[in-house]
Structure formats: C-alpha cells, structure tokens
C-alpha cells in the first residue's frame, strides 16, 4: 500500500458497470473509511492509461461489443496486468471476470483474447441464459461465510489447474459448467458472475480485499446492521421455492 493513502482504482466505468457494480467500489471505499483508512479513489475511463500504483482493482459487467472493447484497450494498454505483476489486488464481476480470463467468445462470435490474469476459458452456452438469484458457498480457504448474488450471462467459464473456484453454488449457475463452481480466484485475482452489486450483500468480500492489501490477517470491527439485514432479505428470498 501507498505511504499517503488506499489507492483503489475502478477500472472503465464507462464501458463496465451494470447492474449496480459500482457499487462495489463505493463500499470498499466506505468500509476503509470506517476504519480510518485515507482513500484515493481513480475512475479510470477506456481513454485514460491504467495506473499501475493502485492497490485494489475493481471491474464491472458489461454489455458484448463494450466489453470487447474493454479487453481490447486492457491489452494494450498493458497497466493492469502490470499492476497485477505487482501484486496488486483486483476483483472483476461477470464481462470483467471474462476479461480476465484467456479468451472469451465476443459480439461477434469470435474468440476473444483475454489479459490472461486467470487461468479460465469462456465460451458462449446454448442452453437458457443464466439468470437470477445466486447462494453460494465460498471456498474456506478465505474464509467468508455463505454468498448471495445475482447472476445476468450467457457465459460459460471453464477453469484451468490453476485456478480455484471462489465459490460453490447452493442455488444458481455459477461459472455455467454444471460442476457448482461460481467465479475464480488465484493469489490476489479474483472473479465472479455475482452482481447485486456483490458487495453490498456481502461486506466481507471488501473487508478481505482491505486485509490482502493492508497485508493484516483481521480489520477493527464496524456497524454491518444494514449490511446484515440485506443478506437475510436476500438469502431468504432466494432461498424460497418458486
């Protein structure tokens, strides 16, 4: 981390930020805050070169030929996967997830490459579209407790034997491959199809990515009254029969 400062970096709000995944950064920024952490927040459109001195990464969805562009700018671009090489924490929902995969099927019905940030392959399915409420167990490695989300892809994303599923779905597709997996992770690379924004239903995913950047193994506790209430809301919501 910066001397003066949390740096988080959201990364083409322009091109990838649906369903509320803005959001995601707003609460990595209260929950620093909340512990008395200075934040500099960088919104980093597609026009802009991508700061390689941020601490924690946040990417959202987005529609196909956005997101087409967005893998396309990030490549040569090249300052996120320096960042990455650098250590540097970053989370990406549903096309951001893709993104930072290998390759992923675009607009146009073409493989894709990716920044190849997570050993995870996309395709297109043919099946229904993956849509609605998700719970999922995340992996105990990190520790978190039960997730809830809410999933919008017609994705389907294939891991490779290095990269661990964040999650295993209770309810819900996930990663689409009909093995429970949902999202991926590898070190301080995280992705997920879970929108919501995903955490504001679940704080904890912030507060992990506060700890991996402070490098501390527990943060000063906070108020989650309305953190918690929404979790219930939505767990029991998802949790009853159609």
Not at 38 to 57: A, C, K, N
Request: glycine share 12%; with cysteine.
């Amino acid at each position: 981390m910066t001397d003066s400062s949390l740096r988080v970096v959201w990364v083409y709000p322009d091109l990838l930020s649906t369903y509320g995944d803005q959001g995601n950064v707003l609460v990595v920024e209260r929950r620093a805050r909340q512990r008395g952490l200075s934040v500099e927040r960088l919104d980093v459109r597609s026009d802009q070169p991508v700061p390689t001195s941020g601490d924690i990464y946040l990417i959202g969805g987005g529609e196909d030929r956005p997101q087409r562009l967005a893998a396309e700018r990030l490549l040569r671009d090249g300052g996120l996967s320096r960042a990455a090489a650098n250590g540097a924490i970053i989370f990406s929902v549903c096309a951001g997830y893709q993104i930072l995969g290998h390759e992923f099927v675009n607009d146009v019905g073409e493989r894709q490459p990716g920044l190849g940030l997570l050993d995870v392959t996309t395709v297109r399915g043919e099946g229904a579209r993956c849509v609605g409420d998700v719970l999922a167990d995340i992996d105990p490695q990190l520790g978190l407790p039960q997730l809830t989300g809410f999933e919008n892809h017609q994705g389907v994303t294939h891991l490779g034997p290095t990269a661990r599923a964040f999650a295993r779905t209770v309810f819900g597709n996930g990663n689409g491959t009909g093995d429970g997996t949902e999202g991926a992770y590898n070190d301080t690379v995280f992705g997920t199809y879970m929108h919501g924004p995903v955490m504001a239903r679940n704080p904890q995913i912030a507060d992990l990515l506060l700890k991996l950047a402070l490098d501390v193994n527990a943060l000063p506790p906070t108020d989650d009254r309305w953190y918690e209430a929404l979790r219930a809301e939505r767990i029991a919501a998802a949790s009853q029969p159609a």
